[in-house]
């Protein structure tokens, strides 16, 4: 009698008629934003569990286009799921029918595939191997920041006007070394502010180049000129003009009659920087460009994305709701064992979702943080052991019928009852029932210590797709606003970030491969990391000179002891060159071409015609003339006679 | 003559050559470097690419004479320069000015006359002169001697000693037109175009002789910085010190390289050099320069390869690499 007398002056207090408006107003204007599709897109692709509230939707001015959603083709879940997975539409053009089974959210998780981690010897290496590649890195920086101090730590310069071929040569040192732009860039305002202009467009032009060679816009290189850059440029229209224009000026500087002055450099410098600071956009736009264009689906879909958070089964439409309405809502990423010190004061409210979960060790912490004040909602949550609720899942359940706010609790909240789908109702003991289907408790609340639980059969009061139905927004900011101000949703991706880099090489099993690479980066800077490391000329191709063949040839010859193919060859080689030599002798045959060497070399007629006729024999027969002694001494003999003849001193004719 | 001025000249003469002249930009701008440089070209490339057309398609432009010279086995120097012949009216002998005295001279087929036909001319080319008789006759100025020679006969032919080559400022290969160019010299022939009288093709003359000589003299004042001087020097070392070459370039061949690229400065505008010039016209200075090693040769390898491999590690100078 007293409950049923002070309830309509508690319905009053706990939210007024215009409190109430207040929040459907904020309802219709979150439902009213384009990315909650699902309110203005009739085709929008509703999984299995959405549709459940379908009966619940019919015409809703809140979410007009939700009623013909339920008639579209069902969606299709990629990804993994909850928050990251994306949703396509199904390939079938009729609503399908839920296939028969359990319910699809309570399957069991996928196949965790387990990849051994190292430990021991390996860890310790891996360990080791980073930290000297830490130190290693520390290192380099802080040399790169010495050499970066170089200029203003060479006062000798000052008043300098002479400079030697030395400084000349050390600056064009420290240009070809430097290649951070910015350095460049500050080391030619440092010239210019010690009245080197000179210098200072020297440095303005290596900034240029090695801006444009790290966008790949040009290939530096010391062979190469200001034309063979600019030329390299043509294809780029926004940068060829401007940087060819630089680029005169700057040759004008450097090669022109008169030393460059401030208005000279200065005229350079505005060019250049404008260059370097658009050439670095382009470059990075042509990269996102072209990313994109490579993550585009191949399958298209019509440029239409439905991202979960602002799907019906999301829950940023219920967070905006709540910070609307004063509330600090927010998704917990942190760990579940700590929730600091506002636990103290009671002003957190943890909501645990379906889909999340906790280990023993941190429902212990809960517990604790429960009993010391904590307000805990847990909506389909895993219900821990130390309470006595359990949920029966029913899919034959009427989804229409609501579900009543019980007469213990009827004063407490502005509604009567809530509309969700009927899927689940709890089994417990308890008597505190804050929501019931006919019977069967739905939400009941326990006290716990100082703190206060309150568990749900589901989650469906809290994603988006509770908002335009009957007055299930009203009820829900009345229920968290009795437990607290500060709200945090808690789903299967809360306290799943690593801490460090560390933790998250370890979790996702790559210890092995990240050491193995490690390891692979250690053996080729070994191998070949110095010259990597160091700047210098690319090897030139070599190319073995023809005498070297010629060399190798012979030493083939000598190996294989062809004494016979030897002097074949050479014997060949010395009766083409006198004939060459003596056309006119050599048209009479041997003989005549004997006479005329003879006469030529004042030898005897018959000796010579004695070796012409040997090596023509040689030549013949392929073979040599005898025994590798006679063949070699033929080789020897014909060589004399060729040195005789002074072919010996024509170019390459030794050879 | 102010750069400007001296740039605004050479694009007006390349644009009425181009009128008529299609597809030879490249010769023509060489022709124009030897002319302001006081220097001679040798032009390699088979018949009928327009060599003729060039020297009088310039000569019309440049407001100079021109004379061609068909250079055969049996041509004499006196044909070539001129000779004393017995007046019997005035009995006496005097002068008869040969077909080089004249300021654009196209010498055909240079390789076909025997050596010593062929130094008479290049002593005209060298100094600038004929002496006969015991007197120095000075040659018109400007005088640009544009000799051909064709790279596929050698039977009958005298090929031109290193040391005589060394003499021209530039040597440029011809290729054959592309075959939109060739199309578009068609279409220019189809439509009335008549080689053998440029008269009517409506070239204006952009300078005079005098002008040119102006111009000769304005290219002292284009800067040559001591790095480029460097850079020129550079490559030229590089030529003796290549393994595939025998013979590099001698110091004639950076004396012509820094004056062909001052030249190049001044037909671009500019009172200074920059490496773009020399190395715009390395290959054209130091080709005819180098006599590559016998082995080279048969690898197959070219002065132009050569130049090539020096060009691209020859450092540039204020380069940022």
Redesign the interface.
Known sequence: VIASFFAPLLLAISMSPREQDEVDRHVRRILADAPYGFCHDEAYPLTWDEVEWCPLVQDNPRCPALEHACKAPRAELVGPPGRLSRRTVSKDDAPQQRAEGPDRRREPEPTEVEIPALGGFAELLFWFIVVAGVLALVLAIARNLAKGKGPEATPEREGDAAKTAADVAAA?AR??METDVDRLLAMASDCAARGEFADAV?FS??AL??RLDHDGLIR?????????YVQDLRSNADLYTPVRDALRRI??A????EPPQRPMFEDIFARITAIVKRAGPVAVLALVVGMLSLACDPEGEGGKSYPWPRSPSGTDGVLELLRARGFEAEQRVGALDAFGDDTQHGALVVVMLGDSGATEAEWKAIDEWVQGGGRLVLAGAHIPPWLDATIQYDSAADTIAPTRVTDEFAGSYPVPYVMVPETAVLSTANDHVLLARDDDPYAVRYDRGAGTVVVLADDNLFINATLPVADNAIFLESLLRDLGRRVEFVDAWADIGADDPFESIRRTHLTAAVVQLLLLIIALYLWRGIRFGRPR?PI?PS?R???QHAVAMGHQYGRARATGHAAAAYAGWVLDRLRDRYPIAAAAGLHGLAQHVAARSSRDDTEVMRLLVEAHGAVESRTGVGSPGEDLALVRDLGRLMRELSFGNE??GR? | MTPAEFGDNCQRIRAQVGRVLLGQEEVVEHALVAILARGHVLIEGVPGLGKTLLVRVLSRVLGCTQKRIQFTPDLMPSDVTGGNVFNQRLDQFEFVQGPVFTQLLLADEINRAPAKTQSSLLEAMQEASVSADGLTRPLPRPFFVMATQNPIESQGTYPLPEAQLDRFLLKIGVEHPSRDTEKQIVRHHLAGFNPSAIEEAGLEQVVDAGTIVEMQNALQSI?V?E??LEYITDIVARTRAH??V?LGASPRGSIALATAARAKAGLDG???????DV??LAPAVLRHRLIL????E??GLSADLCIG?I???????????
Do not use: C, W, Y
């Open positions: 064009a240009r070809a020297d032009h290596a180049l090695r530096l290189h010391r062979a190469r000129t200001n034309g063979d040759d004008r450097q090669f022109g009659t000329d030139p190319r000179a023809f005498v170019k390459g050879r | 800067n910085s790095d480029m393994r595939s025998l500019r009172d200074f050099v920059i490496p773009d190395k715009a090693q016998p082995d080279a048969f690898e491999q060009l691209s590690e020859a450092q540039v100078p204020k380069t940022a690499a």
